[in-house]
């Protein structure tokens, strides 16, 4: 089995989840998903922006690139560790973003203080996402935009349902459980009702469809690992688990093996949306 460098003995941690899932999965998966989101929410030069269960920051980041210094950008995310590397990834930008730590279901700001909400890969993730869109659309002036995105159903995700099959098989039940709360089973119809519960007015969701790429799939399974909360019970299984864990996943997706890795599809729904004018007169 190849040894990539970056860990030693095992799979042993040198770096914590929220580094992990900054320098494992931001450049293969979400960076690019983070630019089709921005250019969705058609965010411009002197909007204000909030970036809703930031993570470490890649959506902020983007579109203050958009925005400019005549505009601004706010990271909430309620996860301080996420928070501190996305501080750390942005220390550079222009406009500098304000990093704030809340429930995405009681966010700490004024009515009608954001042009654009964008919220990439978090509703699933929420106890009360019809309770989050309905603070999205209460920070959102009039006519303010909506963009939002979640994970089409597992089985849009091949390599993600391999993974989760052999986590469950080979660590516990609850690992692939784990593996698979990232794509909950909404229909693009659970969606829209979401957002038109929420108050939204023009509500469009459409299917948007990509592609994520590791090097190998023992590189697929230690980066999805050390960027998760399974990180410290794979860390801390024995070799031969491990290599066995590999080997099936290695098997199942045989198909999806080229000379540069592995690659697999992924699926999302990509949701926008407008603040209703007349609903900000009622309030
Ligand atoms: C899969 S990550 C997506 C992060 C980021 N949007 C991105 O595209 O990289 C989900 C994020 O939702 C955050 N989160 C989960 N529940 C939350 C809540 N109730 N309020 C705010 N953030 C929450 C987590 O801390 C995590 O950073």
Redesign the pocket.
Known sequence: MNDHGNHSAGWQLTQSAPEA?EQYL?PPM?AP??DRLVETSAAHEGDRVL??????G??ARRVATEVGTSGSVVG????EG?LAVAAEAAADSQPPIEWRQ????DLPFADARFDVVC????LQ???DPGA?LEEMRRVLTPSGRLAASVWRPLEYHPAYVVLADALERHIGEDAGAMMRS?FPSWEQADLRTLALDGGFDDVSVTIEIGSVRYPSVEEFVRREAASSPLADRLAASDRETRDELVQDVATALDTYTDDDGIVSPMESYVCTAERSVDDVHET
């Open positions: 899932y931001i979400f998903w983070a970036d809703v269960a930031c993570g470490t890649i959506v909430l995310d309620i996860n996420m809340a429930d995405a279901t919220c990439q890969q978090a993730f929420f106890d989050a990232p």
